[in-house]
C-alpha cells in the first residue's frame, strides 16, 4: 500500500473522524493507493441492513458491485468542492486518492462522494454543518 507520509485520522468539526495531512500534499499527488475487499453483488442488499452501508464504494465496469477501501480509504469525508479524488483502478483492484489541488498540513482531505468535485447531487445521509 502507498500512503503520503502523515496522514492522520482525527475527530473533523462536524463530521466524524476524518483523514487529514500530517505534511503539505501538492496538486496531483498520489495520497493514497488503497486495496479492497470485495463484496459479492449478492451480499450487496445485506451491506445496507449494516454499519458498513456509509462505508463501501461502488465497483465494477458498470458500478454494480461493491468494495470496502481498506487504508484510510472508507474513512474520507464528503464535501461538494473536495480537495481529493478517488480513481477506480479496476486493473489493479485499488482505490486510489489523488490530490485535486495543494492541501495544506493539518487540512482534511475530502471527497465527492459522487466523484467529482462540485457535484451537488444528495447524498443518501444528511450533512452535519
Known amino acids: 500500500m502507498l500512503q503520503h507520509?502523515?496522514?492522520y485520522i482525527m475527530e473533523s468539526a462536524t463530521r466524524g473522524k476524518g483523514v487529514f495531512?500530517?505534511?503539505?500534499?501538492?496538486?496531483?499527488?498520489?495520497?493514497?493507493?488503497?486495496h479492497i475487499?470485495?463484496?459479492?453483488?449478492?451480499?450487496?442488499?445485506?451491506?445496507?441492513?449494516t454499519v458498513l452501508h456509509d462505508y463501501y464504494f461502488l465497483w465494477g465496469e458498470?458500478?454494480?458491485e461493491a468494495v470496502i477501501a481498506l487504508g484510510f480509504g472508507s474513512l474520507y469525508?464528503?464535501?461538494?468542492?473536495?480537495?481529493?479524488?478517488f480513481i477506480l483502478d479496476?486493473?489493479?483492484?485499488t482505490i486510489d486518492i489523488?490530490?485535486?489541488r495543494d492541501i495544506a498540513a493539518g487540512e482534511e482531505i475530502t471527497l465527492n462522494y459522487h466523484g467529482e468535485s462540485g457535484d451537488e447531487e444528495p447524498l443518501?445521509?444528511?450533512i452535519q454543518q
Open 21 to 34: 495531512a500530517g505534511e503539505p500534499i501538492s496538486e496531483g499527488d498520489i495520497i493514497e493507493v488503497c
Open 98 to 100: 489523488v490530490a485535486l
Open 5 to 7: 507520509p502523515g496522514l
Open 124 to 126: 443518501w445521509f444528511e
Open 62 to 64: 458498470n458500478l454494480e
Open 77 to 85: 469525508n464528503h464535501t461538494v468542492w473536495s480537495n481529493a479524488d
Open 90 to 93: 479496476l486493473e489493479n483492484d
Open 37 to 49: 475487499i470485495k463484496i459479492p453483488k449478492a451480499e450487496l442488499p445485506i451491506i445496507h441492513k
